[in-house]
């Protein structure tokens, strides 16, 4: 997504994100956010899954705390076009 929006804070302190960033982002109601100020920038972003690590066999995997939606076919293929389109902008 190119160009900038310029939303405002309320009195309140609430930032309204707007939607076309919020799925571009694929956030949505009741996802937890991680807010941080890294170089003066503040930064949000979906907070990473809590995982444990289990032996299966011979091998370490990391197993979610809580259960989480599975991704589909049409999400994976929607993201590797993003991916690939974001890459062609830079590169020209």
């Not at 309320?10 to 707007?18: F, Q, S, T, W, Y």
């Not at 197993?63 to 590797?80: D, M």
Request: aromatic share 0%.
């Amino acid at each position: 997504m190119s160009g900038a929006i310029k939303p405002s804070i309320d009195a309140a302190g609430r930032l309204v994100i707007p939607k076309p960033i919020r799925e571009a982002a694929g956030l949505g109601p009741g996802v937890p956010l991680e807010i941080r100020l890294h170089d003066g920038r503040v930064e949000i972003e979906p907070a990473a899954a809590e995982v444990r690590i289990e032996m299966r066999g011979k091998v370490a995997v990391a197993v979610p705390s809580e259960p989480v939606p599975a991704v589909t076919a049409g999400e994976v293929e929607a993201l590797r076009r993003r991916i690939r389109e974001e890459r062609e902008d830079r590169a020209q």
